[in-house]
């Protein structure tokens, strides 16, 4: 069985709107929360099952995508938010040098992007995008480009002294 999550998750908040709407509000939420905290139950024991037997297995089960949102979903997620940026970054590191600056209050991820030449926009979303996969709980991502540093150009100048005459 291979679901499509983003699909399944856009599906979910499109039914959550319609019950929202109705009158039986109260009702469909309630179920929500309720069958959010049984599987996050659930998840929970399987995890510490798997923690006390072969913790290995639980980072297997984190580096799945499906299983990485629910465990993130659920608070479950073995790596904390900032660790998981940062795992991202690292696997981006061809782009040029990236820098987690950190995650505010609103969930808004910086990242600082040392790139330059006509590759940067592309540079820009494919960070963006990778951030928002492997962290759905950020609410955006602000990539801050800034060049490199460019190298001090020295030109040639006469010695001490030096005159330059002109014959006329």
Known sequence: MNHDVRA????????LAALRAGSAKDTAEELVR??????????ARVLA????????????LAGDDLLADLLVLHDLHP???SARVRQVLDGLASLGPLEHL?????????????ASGCHQSAAVRTVEQAVLDAVPEATRVEV?????ATLLQIG???PPGWRLEVAS
Do not use: K
Request: net charge negative; glycine share 10%.
């Open 144 to 148: 801050v480009t800034a060049a490199p």
């Open 34 to 43: 309720l069958l959010m905290a049984l599987y996050g139950e659930g998840l």
């Open 49 to 60: 099952i798997l923690r006390e037997h072969d913790p290995a297995l639980v980072a297997r």
């Open 156 to 158: 040639m100048r006469p």
């Open 79 to 81: 790596l904390d938010t």
């Open 102 to 114: 950190g995650i505010d209050a609103e969930g808004v991820v910086r990242v600082r992007l040392t």
């Open 8 to 15: 399944a998750g856009d599906r979910i908040e499109v039914l």
